[in-house]
């Protein structure tokens, strides 16, 4: 049996023009935007998938969010990692259930987020606390009291050193990852791989020249490319606009002996 949507749940409006709006249901809330007002309550007790019309006959279909939905649509205080390069690292760091991961920094909890539902634990440092506790927010909101009992975010600088270890996985989405690179040396467990997320490519030269001067095996730093295409009948073409350049992934594996 389908389960309804009920006080306390994300959901995801998307109106006819396929904009998505997220909220929080309450009894007795209401959503508004220049298309009208809809009424929560109009929504609470309802399958998913279902279509209320707002106080101007404007129609929302209401979805529960997809991590996707929710990293693009949740309430951030720094700039996200897209969803094209969350599923890269998960893969690229392998991260999976019961693995204990390093993070810094970790933003709005979108990496954290991904990795969270993958199964992992999370020890994360933030320089700023509102970052902090931003993430933590939203990952609560999302994934709940499971997720957060395996989050642990701490305002420290990941520059300064990494304690607590030994981990399987180091995440990293700083300026200069490679002052992190001694760090990781000590803190991962032998065969642990380092992931860093950096914008630019002297970045992620610049952790690779790190990664050279250590014990680091499988080296490589690439980029995810995201196209779309418009398929309509027998009118199939690429999208004219492209998610092209968000960052590069630079990872490696740490050998001990």
């Known amino acids: 049996m389908a389960r309804l949507l009920g006080p306390g749940e994300r959901v995801m409006l998307v109106d006819s023009k396929r ?23 109009d929504l609470i007790g309802r399958p998913e998938g279902c279509t209320v019309v707002s106080t101007r006959n404007e129609p929302y279909t209401a979805l529960r969010p997809t991590l996707e939905d929710f990293v693009l649509l949740m309430p951030r205080g720094a700039q996200v990692i897209y ?10 760091a392998d991260v999976a259930p019961g693995q204990r991961v390093f993070e810094s920094g970790v ?17 994360g440092y933030e320089l700023r606390e509102d970052f902090a506790n931003r993430a933590k927010s939203n990952v609560a909101s999302f994934l709940g009291d499971d ?7 701490e305002v420290r600088n990941a ?14 989405d700083l300026p200069e990852p490679w002052q992190v690179v001694p760090h990781a040396e000590k803190a991962l467990a032998a065969g642990g791989i380092l992931c860093a997320y950096t914008p630019s490519i002297v970045q992620a ?3 690779r020249e790190a990664l050279a001067g250590g014990p680091w095996v499988e080296a490589r730093t690439l980029e995810v490319l995201h196209r779309t295409w418009h398929v309509d009948g027998l009118a199939v073409r690429p999208d004219h606009r492209m998610v092209v350049h968000t960052g590069f992934l630079t990872t490696a594996r740490l050998l001990t002996c």
């Open 159 to 172: 520059y300064d050193g990494i304690d607590d270890g030994p981990y399987d996985r180091v995440a990293l």
């Open 205 to 207: 030269s610049q952790t």
């Open 147 to 153: 997720a957060v009992a395996r989050y642990r975010v």
């Open 83 to 92: 969803p094209k390069d969350l599923g890269a690292i998960l893969v690229l």
């Open 19 to 41: 904009r998505h709006y997220l909220i929080t249901l309450k009894a007795a809330g209401e959503f508004h935007t220049h298309k009208g007002v809809v009424r929560h309550d």
């Open 107 to 123: 933003g709005s909890g979108a990496l954290s987020a991904a990795m969270l539902r993958a199964g992992a634990a999370i020890v």
